[in-house]
Structure formats: C-alpha cells, structure tokens
C-alpha cells in the first residue's frame, strides 16, 4: 500500500503566478488534510476535505487560497497570485477515519 | 481553549538515556492524542497516539503516559539512539475534527 503521494516535490513560482500542488491520499482513504509549516514551526491546519467536500476550510486565507478533492483524482491545493510570504513547506495527510492522519513527503513552495 | 502547549522546546539526551516531552491541554472533549516524528526535510510520521479511557500505551521503546485528571500526556523514548534525533510533536483532536498541534521539540541525542 503505497504512502500518501504529493507533488511536486519542489516549486519554484514567480511573484503573481499559480501553484498548484497535488495530493493522492492512501488507497482506501477518503479523509485529506492539507497544512502548512514553515522552517523551524509547527503545522498550522489549513483544510479538510471528504470526496467533493470541503468539511472546514477556517485555517485557510479566503483570497487566493482554494482546495478541492474530486470524485476521481489527487486532492488540489491552489495558490492563486502568489507573494513571497506564501513560501513553505505543504504537507498533506489522509485519514481512513478523521483520527488518524498520515502524511505525504511535502510540497516546497519558493516564490521568487 | 484549543491549544495544545508542549515543552521543552529542545531537549539534549545523551544516548542510552530517557527522552521525556511533555504537553498539556485544555479542551476535554479532546479524545484522541497522537504524537509525530519530523525529520528534518521529510513530513511527519505517526509515531503512537493514545485515547483518554487509557493511562499508558507502550510501542517498543516509546511510552505515552496520559494523565486525565491533570490533562497532561507525555512520551518517553527508552534507551534513546542518535537516529531517534528529530523534532517531536505532539497533537490533540475530537470528533473527525482537525489535530491541534504543539509546537514541536527539537530532540538531539548524543552518542
């Protein structure tokens, strides 16, 4: 069974541009949580998301900020016009049951 | 009400000994209390978690310790190794809710 899969892995965006980073949950789970981390804090919650939908997004910016977890294919996170402060580690986690969560290797967003 | 507030947020352990982290919270409708190892680089893995009608779960050489009345739980890594060096986080949640998280402790064992 293979691990909760991100990528890109690294992301390098300009100033304005949109990231999009990517999440395939672990087979069997339909749970997926997206959170942000930058170096030397902790994981702060930004969204939690059941197959098409969104379950609480209050850890998530109501701008430029938008998640989805389709019927078919990975969880999305969106970054749309990024700015420099947007800059950190990604991770996203699925859950079989809403306890326990377990996490992908991260998405590191560079806005330059 | 939603915090969860770990210590200390660094911690030396030479190796062989007993690493010890602590955390304390406040909401008592948390119900489940996981703890997570990062490595530095790499997301975090799911190392043991406990739920509150127990007062101690043991995995190998680490042991949560949960104490309801205090509202406190903490890990203890047994016969600590230098691979075990990376920060430690605890998390609290309830319900199919979010995990609350500690802010981390950076842990580093000397051989």
């Known amino acids: 069974n293979a691990g909760v899969m991100q990528n890109p892995r690294h992301l390098v965006r300009r100033r304005g541009q949109e990231a999009r980073l990517r999440c395939s949950p672990m087979k069997g789970h339909s749970h997926v949580y997206w959170y942000r981390q930058l170096p030397e804090e902790g994981l702060k919650f930004m969204v939690y998301?059941?197959?098409?939908?969104?379950?609480?997004e209050s850890g998530m910016p109501k701008e430029r900020f938008s998640a989805e977890f389709p019927k078919e294919g990975p969880s999305i996170l969106r970054i749309q016009q990024v700015v420099r402060g947007d800059s950190a580690a990604y991770f996203c986690?699925?859950?079989?049951?809403?306890?326990?969560?377990?996490f992908g290797p991260g998405t590191r967003l560079t806005v330059t | 009400q939603q915090q969860v507030k770990q210590s200390p947020q660094s911690l030396i352990v030479q190796k062989g000994g007993i690493s010890i982290i602590n955390c304390a919270y406040e909401n008592t409708a948390f119900d489940y209390f996981p703890w997570y190892q990062q490595f530095p680089g790499k997301g975090p893995a799911l190392l043991i978690a406990i739920r509150p009608d127990v007062s101690e779960k043991k995995e190998g050489r680490f042991t949560i310790s949960f104490n309801k009345s205090a509202k406190q739980f903490s890990l203890h890594i047994m016969d600590s190794q230098p691979g075990d060096s990376a920060t430690y986080f605890c998390a609290a949640s309830y319900s199919n809710y979010q995990l609350i998280w500690g802010a981390g402790t950076k842990l580093i064992i000397k051989p």
């Open positions: 998301l059941q197959k098409e939908n969104i379950i609480d």
């Open positions: 986690a699925s859950s079989p049951n809403g306890y326990e969560q377990y």
